[in-house]
């Protein structure tokens, strides 16, 4: 059961992993939903 448990966990940890990585790295599918990036964070 032990084992068990820790296999549920550590799919759970991964799919998290992956979630938030969308999460940030996404960007929205419509243009007008997203904000304008500041001149600032702008390489050069």
Known sequence: M?????????????????????ASNGACLFEYYQPKMPDKMRKE
Request: net charge positive; hydrophobic share 60%.
């Open 2 to 22: 032990k084992k068990f448990k820790a296999q549920i966990f550590s799919a759970l940890a991964a799919v998290t992993l992956f979630v938030g990585t969308l």
